[in-house]
């Protein structure tokens, strides 16, 4: 596999854009690099249908979606713009790993603070001006 083309920005969710060339020479256009609660991932190219919803157009086995993910992220991570603009191929030499954060059980006390003092009721009046209409 080789990534051609990486446009990386910031569009909502969204942090790049990318299209990869098989080893058989086919080119799929339109992966997407999504930034999601657990962190980032791949999207695969989707079309929107007639009832809005958007589906995907490429499928993939679980463990083709795992080796493209962490191929695709490896190359986002790289600080290289000369390996995105020459492609990056799959088991080259992109040696960048992106950290993943652990999940903790932690409880932020500030936060739990916070939001104790949300739940207590306000002890101003109510009046006409808070009405949005």
Do not use: C
Not at 35 to 52: A, C, H, T, W, Y
Not at 81 to 105: F, L, R, V, Y
């Amino acid at each position: 596999m080789k990534i051609e083309r990486m446009n990386k920005g910031s569009w909502g969710k969204v942090r790049a854009f990318f299209d990869l060339t098989t080893q058989e020479g086919f080119t799929i256009k339109g992966f997407k690099i999504i930034e999601g609660i657990n962190g980032l991932f791949v999207s695969m190219p989707s079309q929107k249908s007639n009832d809005g919803e958007y589906y995907d157009s490429v499928f993939a086995s679980k463990e083709l979606r795992d080796e493209l993910n962490k191929f695709a992220l490896d190359a986002y991570g790289s600080h290289s713009n000369e390996a995105m603009q020459g492609g990056i191929e799959a088991g080259g030499s992109t040696d960048t790993d992106m950290p993943a954060k652990e999940p903790t059980n932690e409880i932020n006390a500030d936060f739990v603070k916070k939001e104790e003092e949300n739940k207590a009721p306000s002890k101003q009046p109510f009046s006409d001006e808070d009405i949005p209409f």
